[in-house]
């Protein structure tokens, strides 16, 4: 992971991004198609137009990343990905997030991560991390990665929106991620959730519901 320094005033509102809901409208994912899943499932989605390219399915581990179709912005790269593990235990949502920040940080020249969210999600354990890398040893670039983790029943879930960023502001006075566009992630992001339709703890969204997301 990689990405500039940013003075107090920037980081703050970078953070500050995340914990507001921006005033333009966030990405939002499609209704659910029939037949719902039965079990404990990720109700996720995509951003419009964006598309796959790679998926996994293991015993182990259920992946897929998207990116976008038509990128804004030919010197960086902007990914999303979904992932479901098994194990036993299940980790828990902070400790596996901290863990992770830690360990990125050996491969960051300039390295930060900060808690937006910690708590429960439709009754499930939930944490959300952002990730700021000033440069990758390895790309030279920087990168901005904001993941949510998700403690279920059944399975762990990942989900991970990172952008590397080529060009960055040298006085490091601006957020590497406008305000605006930083905080329709966090929307995007608390539209994630997991659900199970056999337990009445955990409900699931109504698929006639025009607000429901998958």
Known sequence: MGIPKMNKVSLTALILALSCCAD????????????PPTGEHLVAAPPEGWLRTSQTDT????????VPADPRDAE????L???????DPLPDPIE????MGDGASDSCEGFNHYNTFSGLENNYPTSVRLFVCDRNLETDQGEVTLIKAIQGSDYFYVITRTRQIVQLDPEHTAPPIPDEEMAAWSLYMRGISVCDPR?????CPDPD??????
């Open 24 to 35: 333009t409208e966030a990405p939002s994912a499609p209704k659910q198609s029939a037949p």
């Open 59 to 66: 015993a182990g581990l259920r992946m897929t990343e998207f």
């Open 76 to 79: 960086g790269r902007e990914t």
């Open 81 to 87: 990905s979904f992932e479901s593990l098994t194990g």
């Open 96 to 99: 596996f997030l901290t863990t």
């Open 199 to 203: 337990v009445e703890d955990h409900p």
């Open 209 to 214: 519901d025009d607000d429901a997301q998958s």
